[in-house]
């Protein structure tokens, strides 16, 4: 059995995985529900100056039959009092003194994020998170987002926080940004312990069509919403990949977006998280899928013999660079397994319409299939014109079958080149240039 | 009588048409003999556009309502889903078919429209069964004005006098003859060609006509008792049910019917569900040979129908001018292929009501009295190009039963589209455009059509993919 403890930027807890701030972190019976389900650390919603909220918070994005793809919310930061947050963060550090609990906090001046880190100290957090992320309500408030998104305040307010924290610091990063490394650096040059991201994205999901509002709505009106769920993981990994790759960043990663299951949080650790936060999913499902994303890990690491989070973080950080630096000279083509190809015919459709024209119907004669599975006589079969093919993936991408196509490598006999390299011998006119694609 | 096949609930088919993979150019297309895109109707059902699926499916066949609680999707369209090959159960699209149909049906919505534009050309229409509102949809959506002339007092041919009431009310049947009349087709009831009005009359005031028969009364055993008040033709008892209200139907307590097919199996369990204390069916052959649908057969067992096999009638037992029962004799199959009835085996089976399924007459007689020169094949159905429907007679085409000697309705509507096209073509030298996906390079790469021309049947291909693995393995076939 793998070492799933952790100990990131100094806070210690007994696995990565860590219930994010936001509606499923808002009271201490939240959180000794999520601690008894296995989860290793909560980091509290966001304590501040309390707030109002409206009726009609969240929204969703389905696709097909399946529910909240991509989740958005406009639910503030905690509308309970400071008192009560503290208060109940103490009691749940005493009862569960080896998990770690975050406080998340959002201040308006100097004197307040010294109080309110102060408070946190009292309490027994074991860290605080510093909240620049939220796209909503905050941002207008000279908060949240407001803050992330200019890294120069950003930098400004957490080194206040600095100035008094005993214990760690993670600093929250908007996504709504053009360069997320920009925030990370100016995280890291004002002294704090770690990052997490990505806070939510600026979305709308809906409009009605016959009212003409989108949701969540709010008497006829509506706002930008943070955006979540399974539809952000792509774009949270790239942030995060980012920011891992970034000599200049260098500090601990707490990743969050879109982490359903152990899956999703393992490609985060690969990327160089050292924990990770999820928060739609128990939205949608509850605490309790902690329990297979802790025993996923852990069988994954075994299979892996690596026996530490440790082991596995950041291992993919590398193998992520700038398009420039690619291989031109190497190639793949789809395959199709006419064993297991079930004959609906849309790797044809999806090339020939959106990719490359490279895929025949041709009769199963002419192939000298016989009749089998997905066969019906005289009905034409998927067949790629490799000599064509330029490896797209696009037709192993809308396969419904399991492995029926596969991309698979064809030696070019070709030294690998990149485009920088290509642009040289150009230059220097070791090779004229290829000729187009016809 | 409550519907054997139940409607979806909303989020049922919502779900349901979700599931559908949306194949291009799908097997199921190719296993519609009327050739319906299903994958995009059910496309537009998984969208929330059913007005859009009842008119997709509508189009292709003006009987989808009927046809989607009647066809045997089993073998047909549903046999032929890619989900199979996934180990999944294929998509429910006969049930799919009937929400789409049902929705437009329950809110009075229309979904063809006449065309704006008359060729001014005439068409003959004979029959108004499924062949023939299957020829004369498809015409008067091409334009042309069409007639159609039937014998009966309502319209709609077996689909409103044949079908098993737990399958279709006949009501749903008058509605589609009702679809057809609103997009401009004349039916005339109670109009008998060949009594009331000449082939020759039609040759003369229409520029083409349309056979569409069906079949005639159903085939005589010819055996002693034959006669007696209580046996029935199956077609003639459904009919009643669909004539009369429920309770005036008069039913045995111990039903016998005769037969091995569908037909036998459909009076087998209306007779259960009027009913009937006992019902059996006697069949001449083995289980194996019965041409019943297996699906039909297992639901008839799942009714308590009893079988017996290898049995066949000799005589009806007369007891005072009604029948008590049927004497039977035990049969096998001889090793040159010919049943032989097994000397001594003889038994009675008693009984209080016999119905008939031993099939129908053709109509060789009717087609000769209309067109004496029509070619009539030694099956005894009229000799027809297969996919235009076209005849020795110019101008005059044929479809449905009376051509093909008896198929599912789905082939009746498909073949009367086929004879519309070929119409169309005869008289105009113009292609009617076809229910075919397009693609880039026609027949030699792309969608290779649908089932209107050369519907496949899964079972058929059960059986090609069988015979081919026998043949891998040597010529021995696996159980």
Same mark, same amino acid.
């Given at each position: 059995?793998?070492?799933?403890?952790?100990?990131?930027?100094? @806070?210690?807890?007994?696995?990565?995985?860590?219930?994010?701030?936001?509606?499923?972190?808002?009271?201490?019976?939240?959180?000794?529900?999520?601690?008894?389900?296995?989860?290793?650390?909560?980091?509290?919603? $966001?304590?501040?100056?309390?707030?109002?909220?409206?009726?009609?918070?969240?929204?969703?994005?389905?696709?097909?039959?399946?529910?909240?793809?991509?989740?958005?919310?406009?639910?503030?930061?905690?509308?309970?009092?400071?008192?009560?947050?503290?208060?109940?963060?103490?009691?749940?550090?005493?009862?569960?003194?080896?998990?770690?609990?975050?406080?998340?906090?959002?201040?308006?001046?100097?004197?307040?994020?010294?109080?309110?880190?102060?408070?946190?100290?009292?309490?027994?957090?074991?860290?605080?998170?510093?909240?620049?992320?939220?796209?909503?309500?905050?941002?207008?408030?000279?908060?949240?987002?407001?803050?992330?998104?200019?890294?120069?305040?950003?930098?400004?307010?957490?080194?206040?926080?600095?100035?008094?924290?005993?214990?760690?610091?993670?600093?929250?990063?908007?996504?709504?940004?053009?360069? @997320?490394?920009?925030?990370?650096?100016?995280?890291?040059?004002?002294?704090?312990?770690?990052?997490?991201?990505?806070? $939510?994205?600026?979305?709308?999901?809906?409009?009605?069509?016959?009212?003409?509002?989108?949701?969540?709505?709010?008497?006829?009106?509506?706002?930008?919403?943070?955006?979540?769920?399974?539809?952000?993981?792509?774009?949270? *990994?790239?942030?995060?990949?980012?920011?891992?790759?970034?000599?200049?960043?260098?500090?601990? @990663?707490?990743?969050?977006?879109?982490?359903?299951?152990?899956?999703?949080?393992?490609?985060?650790?690969?990327?160089?998280?050292?924990?990770?936060?999820?928060?739609?999913?128990?939205?949608?499902?509850?605490?309790?899928?902690?329990?297979?994303?802790?025993?996923?890990?852990?069988?994954?690491?075994?299979?892996?013999?690596?026996?530490?989070?440790?082991?596995?973080?950041?291992?993919?950080?590398?193998?992520?660079?700038?398009?420039?630096?690619?291989?031109?000279?190497?190639?793949?083509?789809?395959?199709?397994?006419?064993? $297991?190809?079930?004959?609906?015919?849309?790797?044809?459709?999806?090339?020939?319409?959106?990719?490359?024209?490279?895929?025949?119907?041709?009769?199963?004669?002419?192939?000298?299939?016989? *009749?089998?599975?997905?066969?019906?006589?005289?009905?034409?079969?998927?067949?790629?014109?490799?000599?064509?093919?330029?490896?797209?993936?696009?037709?192993?991408?809308?396969?419904?079958?399991?492995?029926?196509?596969?991309?698979?490598? @064809?030696?070019?006999?070709?030294?690998?080149?990149?485009?920088?390299?290509?642009?040289?011998?150009?230059?220097?006119?070791?090779?004229?240039?290829?000729?187009?694609?016809? | 009588?409550?519907?054997?096949?139940?409607?979806?609930?909303?989020?049922?088919?919502?779900?349901?048409?979700?599931?559908?993979?949306?194949?291009?150019?799908?097997?199921?297309?190719?296993?519609?003999?009327?050739?319906?895109?299903?994958?995009?109707?059910?496309?537009?059902?998984?969208?929330?556009?059913?007005?859009?699926?009842?008119?997709?499916?509508?189009?292709?066949?003006?009987?989808?309502?009927?046809?989607?609680?009647?066809?045997?999707?089993?073998?047909?369209?549903?046999?032929?889903?890619?989900?199979?090959?996934?180990?999944?159960?294929?998509?429910?699209?006969?049930?799919?078919?009937?929400?789409?149909?049902?929705?437009?049906?329950?809110?009075?919505?229309?979904?063809?429209?006449?065309?704006?534009?008359?060729?001014?050309? +005439?068409?003959?229409?004979?029959?108004?069964?499924?062949?023939?509102?299957?020829?004369?949809?498809?015409?008067?959506?091409?334009?042309?004005?069409?007639?159609?002339?039937?014998?009966?007092?309502?319209?709609?041919?077996?689909?409103?006098?044949?079908?098993?009431?737990?399958?279709?009310?006949?009501?749903?049947?008058?509605?589609?003859?009702?679809?057809?009349?609103?997009?401009?087709?004349?039916?005339?009831?109670?109009?008998?060609?060949?009594?009331?009005?000449?082939?020759?009359?039609?040759?003369?005031?229409?520029?083409?006509?349309?056979?569409?028969?069906?079949?005639?009364?159903?085939?005589?055993?010819?055996?002693?008792?034959?006669?007696?008040?209580?046996?029935?033709?199956?077609?003639?008892?459904?009919?009643?049910?669909?004539?009369?209200?429920?309770?005036?139907?008069?039913?045995?307590?111990?039903?016998?019917?005769?037969?091995?097919?569908?037909?036998?199996?459909?009076?087998?369990?209306?007779?259960?569900?009027? %009913?009937?204390? +006992?019902?059996?069916?006697?069949?001449?052959?083995?289980?194996?040979?019965?041409?019943?649908?297996?699906?039909?057969?297992?639901?008839?067992?799942?009714?308590?129908?009893?079988?017996?096999?290898?049995?066949?009638?000799?005589?009806?037992?007369?007891?005072?001018?009604?029948?008590?029962?049927?004497?039977?004799?035990?049969?096998?199959?001889?090793?040159?292929?010919?049943?032989?009835?097994?000397?001594?085996?003889?038994?009675?089976?008693?009984?209080?009501?016999?119905?008939?399924?031993?099939?129908?007459?053709?109509?060789?007689?009717?087609?000769?009295?209309?067109?004496?020169?029509?070619?009539?094949?030694?099956?005894?159905?009229?000799?027809?190009?297969?996919?235009?429907?076209?005849?020795?007679?110019?101008?005059?085409?044929?479809?449905?039963?009376?051509?093909? %000697?008896?198929?599912?309705?789905?082939?009746?509507?498909?073949?009367?589209?086929?004879?519309?096209?070929?119409?169309?073509?005869?008289?105009?030298?113009?292609?009617?455009?076809?229910?075919?996906?397009?693609?880039?390079?026609?027949?030699?790469?792309?969608?290779?059509?649908?089932?209107?021309?050369?519907?496949?049947?899964?079972?058929?291909?059960?059986?090609?993919?069988? +015979?081919?693995?026998?043949?891998?393995?040597?010529?021995?076939?696996?159980?």
């Amino acid at each position: 059995m793998a070492d799933l403890s952790i100990n990131f930027a100094g @806070i210690r807890s007994p696995n990565p995985f860590w219930v994010a701030s936001g509606p499923p972190s808002n009271t201490a019976y939240q959180a000794h529900r999520a601690f008894e389900s296995g989860w290793g650390g909560v980091v509290w919603k $966001t304590i501040g100056t309390p707030i109002v909220n409206v009726s009609s918070r969240y929204s969703a994005l389905d696709i097909g039959r399946q529910r909240m793809v991509g989740f958005n919310n406009i639910e503030l930061i905690s509308d309970r009092s400071p008192e009560v947050n503290f208060q109940e963060i103490a009691e749940v550090k005493k009862r569960w003194p080896n998990h770690a609990v975050i406080a998340s906090l959002m201040c308006e001046s100097r004197e307040q994020w010294h109080e309110f880190v102060r408070r946190s100290h009292d309490a027994g957090a074991d860290g605080i998170e510093l909240n620049y992320g939220c796209p909503h309500g905050m941002c207008e408030r000279g908060m949240g987002s407001a803050v992330g998104q200019q890294p120069l305040v950003a930098e400004r307010i957490t080194g206040w926080v600095m100035e008094v924290a005993k214990i760690p610091v993670i600093v929250k990063l908007t996504p709504n940004i053009t360069d @997320i490394t920009a925030a990370a650096r100016a995280a890291k040059r004002a002294g704090a312990n770690a990052i997490s991201l990505i806070n $939510t994205i600026n979305s709308i999901t809906n409009v009605n069509l016959d009212t003409f509002a989108s949701e969540p709505t709010v008497r006829g009106m509506s706002s930008h919403a943070g955006y979540c769920g399974p539809a952000v993981k792509p774009i949270a *990994l790239n942030m995060v990949q980012s920011c891992a790759a970034d000599p200049e960043v260098r500090m601990p @990663i707490s990743g969050i977006g879109g982490i359903s299951n152990w899956r999703d949080a393992a490609e985060f650790m690969a990327f160089g998280a050292g924990t990770v936060q999820a928060c739609t999913a128990i939205m949608h499902h509850g605490f309790r899928i902690v329990d297979d994303m802790i025993e996923g890990l852990n069988a994954y690491l075994d299979e892996k013999k690596m026996r530490s989070v440790d082991d596995l973080c950041g291992r993919a950080v590398a193998n992520v660079t700038t398009w420039e630096k690619l291989d031109l000279n190497y190639q793949r083509v789809a395959r199709i397994n006419h064993d $297991t190809c079930i004959g609906c015919n849309l790797c044809y459709i999806a090339c020939e319409d959106g990719a490359h024209q490279c895929i025949d119907l041709l009769h199963p004669d002419s192939l000298g299939l016989d *009749l089998g599975p997905g066969r019906v006589p005289n009905k034409h079969v998927p067949k790629v014109r490799e000599a064509d093919c330029v490896g797209c993936n696009l037709c192993s991408l809308v396969c419904p079958v399991d492995k029926c196509i596969t991309m698979v490598e @064809i030696p070019s006999g070709k030294s690998p080149m990149s485009w920088n390299e290509y642009q040289a011998k150009v230059a220097s006119a070791e090779m004229k240039p290829l000729p187009p694609h016809p | 009588m409550a519907d054997i096949q139940l409607p979806m609930r909303p989020m049922e088919a919502h779900v349901e048409a979700n599931r559908c993979l949306y194949c291009f150019d799908a097997p199921c297309i190719h296993a519609c003999p009327t050739g319906i895109d299903v994958p995009a109707f059910i496309r537009k059902i998984a969208d929330g556009n059913e007005i859009g699926a009842a008119k997709k499916i509508l189009e292709a066949n003006i009987l989808g309502a009927s046809c989607a609680r009647i066809c045997p999707t089993k073998v047909l369209c549903e046999g032929a889903c890619v989900l199979h090959d996934r180990d999944e159960k294929p998509i429910e699209i006969g049930r799919l078919q009937r929400h789409a149909t049902d929705f437009v049906n329950e809110r009075g919505i229309h979904v063809l429209k006449p065309p704006q534009k008359k060729n001014g050309k +005439r068409v003959a229409v004979v029959g108004s069964g499924p062949a023939g509102l299957g020829c004369a949809a498809e015409l008067a959506q091409l334009g042309y004005e069409v007639t159609i002339f039937e014998k009966s007092k309502l319209p709609g041919g077996l689909n409103t006098y044949g079908i098993a009431y737990y399958k279709l009310k006949p009501q749903l049947s008058l509605e589609e003859a009702e679809l057809v009349q609103d997009l401009g087709v004349e039916i005339r009831c109670g109009v008998e060609v060949g009594r009331d009005i000449s082939g020759a009359d039609l040759q003369r005031d229409f520029n083409a006509v349309f056979l569409g028969l069906g079949l005639g009364n159903g085939n005589q055993l010819g055996i002693p008792g034959e006669k007696l008040p209580e046996i029935l033709d199956a077609l003639e008892f459904i009919e009643q049910i669909h004539t009369n209200p429920l309770h005036q139907i008069p039913i045995g307590n111990q039903v016998v019917v005769i037969g091995g097919g569908n037909t036998a199996i459909d009076a087998a369990m209306q007779s259960v569900r009027l %009913g009937a204390k +006992r019902v059996t069916i006697v069949y001449r052959r083995s289980e194996a040979e019965m041409s019943a649908y297996e699906f039909e057969f297992e639901k008839a067992k799942n009714d308590s129908v009893h079988f017996l096999f290898n049995a066949v009638p000799i005589a009806f037992v007369d007891v005072e001018g009604h029948v008590a029962g049927i004497r039977l004799g035990r049969t096998h199959t001889a090793k040159s292929g010919k049943l032989e009835m097994i000397a001594g085996s003889e038994l009675t089976e008693e009984c209080d009501m016999i119905l008939k399924a031993v099939g129908q007459e053709k109509q060789a007689d009717i087609l000769r009295t209309i067109f004496p020169s029509l070619q009539i094949g030694a099956d005894g159905v009229a000799v027809r190009d297969s996919l235009t429907g076209a005849t020795n007679i110019a101008h005059v085409f044929v479809g449905g039963d009376c051509a093909n %000697g008896g198929r599912e309705v789905v082939n009746a509507v498909g073949e009367g589209k086929n004879a519309a096209h070929g119409i169309h073509t005869f008289l105009t030298g113009e292609r009617a455009s076809l229910p075919t996906q397009p693609s880039r390079l026609g027949v030699a790469s792309g969608a290779s059509g649908c089932g209107l021309h050369h519907p496949i049947r899964a079972h058929e291909l059960e059986e090609q993919w069988k +015979r081919a693995r026998a043949a891998e393995d040597g010529g021995v076939t696996r159980g």
